[in-house]
């Protein structure tokens, strides 16, 4: 069964800065995009960032020149660096993945458990 496993999150300083990383584990043909969520209290969920099998990527305004995500294809791993956190980020980071599983054989969404990141003095 196709599962993606978060670590990082926590509490951080505003101006700090944390790392989240997601691997995407099970029988897995292919990866496409994978990216990261957040969701704030009270907010709908919305894109932080996102990186295509080849490399693009795709920022929320509010976080370019702050965040950076980077993948490893043959771990099938993503990595968001977030520095000069703002109090504003707080929320639930989600890691999210479009890809092919071997039981399916269909392309879909796999979404995280889902990991608090806390910018507060």
């Known amino acids: 069964q196709v599962q993606l496993v978060e670590s990082g999150g926590g509490l951080v300083q505003p101006g700090g800065s944390l790392g989240l990383s997601c691997a995407a584990s099970g029988r897995i043909f292919s990866v496409n995009t994978m990216g990261w969520y957040r969701q704030a209290p009270g907010k709908q969920r919305e894109l932080v960032a996102q990186?295509?099998?080849?490399?693009?990527?795709n920022y929320a305004e509010s976080v370019k020149g702050r965040f950076a995500i980077s993948r490893d294809n043959a771990k099938n791993t993503v990595h968001l660096q977030m520095n000069s956190l703002k109090p504003e980020d707080t929320a639930v980071y989600y890691c999210?993945?479009?890809?092919?599983?071997?039981?399916?054989?269909?392309?879909?969404?796999?979404w995280g458990q889902g990991t608090q990141v806390t910018v507060s003095s």
């Open positions: 999210n993945a479009n890809l092919l599983a071997v039981r399916t054989g269909i392309w879909r969404e796999y």
């Open positions: 990186i295509l099998d080849g490399g693009v990527t």
